[in-house]
């Protein structure tokens, strides 16, 4: 008679071969690890000291800072309006 732990290990097993084979198609199978928004800000800022500290002749040209900084300022309001959403849903959950 098959009981609970058989049961749990031939789930475990087949799990296993299954993560197993979908990670044989040639590609490199790793989990995303998430990025923050603290570090994609301190990339940017360290991006964007880079680009100042160049020669006025090099090949990075102006609009680029322009989009750098439009991309921090994207960045910087889908923190906030995470930090929004996070309050928010902990507000709602209170109310419950």
């Known amino acids: 008679m098959v009981n609970d732990d058989d049961i749990v290990e031939i789930v475990l097993s087949e ?3 299954q993560d197993a084979n979908d990670c044989n198609d040639n590609r490199v199978c790793e ?3 998430k ?3 603290e570090a994609v800000l301190t990339a940017l800022k360290t991006i964007t000291e880079f680009i100042e ?3 006025d002749d090099s090949l990075i040209a102006r609009e680029d800072m322009i989009n750098l ?3 921090r300022r994207s960045i910087e309001l889908s923190r ?4 929004r959403q996070e ?3 902990r507000f ?3 109310l419950d």
């Open 31 to 33: 989990t995303q690890k």
């Open 35 to 37: 990025i923050s928004f």
């Open 80 to 83: 906030v309006k995470s930090l």
């Open 87 to 89: 309050s928010l849903d």
């Open 53 to 55: 500290q160049q020669p």
């Open 15 to 17: 799990n296993n071969e």
């Open 69 to 71: 900084q439009r991309l």
């Open 92 to 94: 709602m959950t209170k």
